[in-house]
T-cell receptor
Framework: GIQVEQSPPDLILQEGANSTLRCNFSDSVNNLQWFHQNPWGQLINLFY???GTKQNGRLSATTVATERYSLLYISSSQTTDSGVYFC????????????FGKGTLLTVNP | NAGVTQTPKFQVLKTGQSMTLQCAQD?????MYWYRQDPGMGLRLIYYSASEGTTDKGEVPNGYNVSRLNKREFSLRLESAAPSQTSVYFC?????????FGSGTRLTVV
């Protein structure tokens, strides 16, 4: 099956810093999503981004489908950004069944 | 505006006991999913239901059964719990490329 690799596995920032999280995937995909899991375990859909660039406030994401990677940018980080960020993909033929990476654990200190 | 509701939130089972995890969504979504989350493993798909009356195996279906009782409800059953099934279980529903996750059930099998 498709492989999804996320880096770095852990990241510690001071409030106000910027960061870039990376997701590499091993095959073509119909769908790529970024999720945030907060420290209480709730999963929130951040972006649907199989290609191109999207922005939502301080967060933006870029997917280069031809090179099989996606980047999540967090600017001016806040303590509420802490948690685990997951990349998930849906290869052709998988019928919307997402395969998740192992995540990046982000800790933002005040 | 409940979204996806999972019950119970916490459960401790003895090896060999059975139980059913309940999931209900009030968004009129056709597709529903059960995932498990283990430390350092990301989320892995157990079972999937594209619509009422249909179910499909995911990556890790062994030891589990599911029932799509109606459009709202998708339950996950452990017939004979094993310590390897200690995990956090998430139910999700989908419309288009938008996924909504429940808050999870933390299950410990001793």
């Amino acid at each position: 099956g498709i492989q999804v690799e996320q880096s770095p596995p852990d990241l510690i920032l001071q409030e106000g810093a910027n960061s870039t999280l990376r997701c590499n995937f091993s095959d073509s995909v119909n769908n790529l999503q970024w999720f945030h899991q907060n420290p209480w375990g709730q999963l929130i859909n951040l972006f649907y981004i199989p290609s191109g660039t999207k922005q939502n406030g301080r967060l933006s994401a870029t997917t280069v489908a031809t090179e099989r990677y996606s980047l999540l940018y967090i600017s001016s980080s806040q303590t509420t950004d802490s948690g685990v960020y997951f990349c998930a993909v849906d290869p052709p033929g998988s019928n919307y069944k997402l395969t998740f990476g192992k995540g990046t654990l982000l800790t933002v200190n005040p | 505006n409940a979204g996806v509701t999972q019950t119970p939130k916490f459960q401790v089972l003895k090896t060999g006991q059975s139980m059913t995890l309940q999931c209900a969504q009030d968004m009129n979504h056709n597709s529903m999913y059960w995932y498990r989350q283990d430390p350092g493993m990301g989320l892995r798909l157990i079972y999937y239901s594209a619509s009422e009356g249909t179910t499909d195996k995911g990556e890790v279906p062994n030891g589990y059964n599911v029932s799509r009782l109606n459009k709202r409800e998708f339950s996950l059953r452990l017939e004979s719990a094993a310590p390897s099934q200690t995990s956090v279980y998430f139910c999700a529903s989908r419309t288009g490329y938008g996924y909504t996750f429940g808050s999870g059930t933390r299950l410990t099998v001793v």
